[in-house]
């Protein structure tokens, strides 16, 4: 739709000087389509010829751009231990890629420790993989230091083509959340005080660690229990 096309005429023969006639039209500025032009010389002796510009080819039309977005959740809650991975395709390299979360204060915004890479290369047999991590074909890795939420990618390439990927999100387990109980000594020097942990949250299996004390049999004291 630019309709910028432009067409010229080179004369030989007959006598100088020469016009030239293009219907009308504006040979610097010209649509799609053919266009003739008659040249006449001096003596009244005139010969067409005839051009066609072709309508501008869109880069994008048939790039076959793809941008996946895929998750590892994070291993605990609140910390920035998971992952997004966005595999890209298609388009002509390279490829620049944003990624964007929702942050809670400021909405869609990029996350900046995701901020944008630019693939100048793609190692087709095992993935462009800054991170040193095992990949797979044209795949970029953000990870493993992303919070949890929603995460997506904008991928461009050499073109200026994009795509956009589906929202995908990174998740977390609950909080973990520990309540320890005790019993107090039966008789003084028994040391038969008890203590037991009340867990919620995280993953299970749960493991605890009064320490090396035996909660068993407790002496009066203290005891920190790590779940």
Same mark, same amino acid.
């Given at each position: ?15 100088? *000087? ?19 032009? $008659?040249? $006449? ?5 005139? #010969?067409?010829?005839?051009?066609? =510009? ?11 751009? #793809? ?18 991975? =966005? ?11 944003? =990624?964007?979360?929702?942050? *809670? ?11 944008? +890479? %630019? ?13 040193? /991590? /095992? ?8 990870? *493993? ?16 083509? %994009? ?6 999100? =990174? ?20 040391? +038969?005080?008890?203590?037991?942990? #009340?867990?919620?949250?995280? %993953?299970? *299996? ?17 005891? %920190?229990?790590?779940?």
């Amino acid at each position: 739709g630019a309709n910028d096309g432009t067409a010229s005429a080179s004369v030989s023969g007959g006598t100088s *000087p020469y016009t030239e006639d293009w219907g009308g039209a504006d040979q610097n500025a010209l649509a799609p389509g053919s266009y003739t032009v $008659t040249v $006449t010389d001096a003596n009244g002796c005139s #010969s067409d010829a005839t051009v066609t =510009i072709a309508a501008a080819v869109d880069p994008c039309a048939n790039a076959n751009l #793809s941008v996946v977005a895929t998750t590892v959740d994070a291993a605990c809650y609140g910390e920035a231990t998971g992952q997004a991975n =966005i595999t890209m395709g298609g388009g002509a390299m390279p490829y620049t890629l944003e =990624i964007w979360t929702l942050l *809670p204060v400021f909405g869609w915004t990029p996350y900046v420790v995701l901020q944008t +890479d %630019t693939l100048l290369t793609v190692d087709l047999g095992g993935g462009w993989d800054p991170l040193g /991590l /095992l990949g797979v074909p044209n795949t970029l890795y953000s990870g *493993p230091y992303a919070p949890a939420g929603d995460y997506y990618g904008v991928m461009t390439d050499a073109n200026g083509c %994009t795509v956009t990927s589906a929202t995908e999100t =990174i998740g977390e387990p609950a909080e973990l959340v520990v309540t320890a109980s005790s019993t107090d000594e039966t008789a003084v020097g028994a040391n +038969d005080g008890t203590a037991s942990a #009340s867990v919620s949250g995280g %993953t299970s *299996p749960y493991t605890e660690d009064w320490g090396g004390a035996d909660q068993n049999a407790l002496a009066p004291g203290s005891y %920190t229990v790590t779940v």
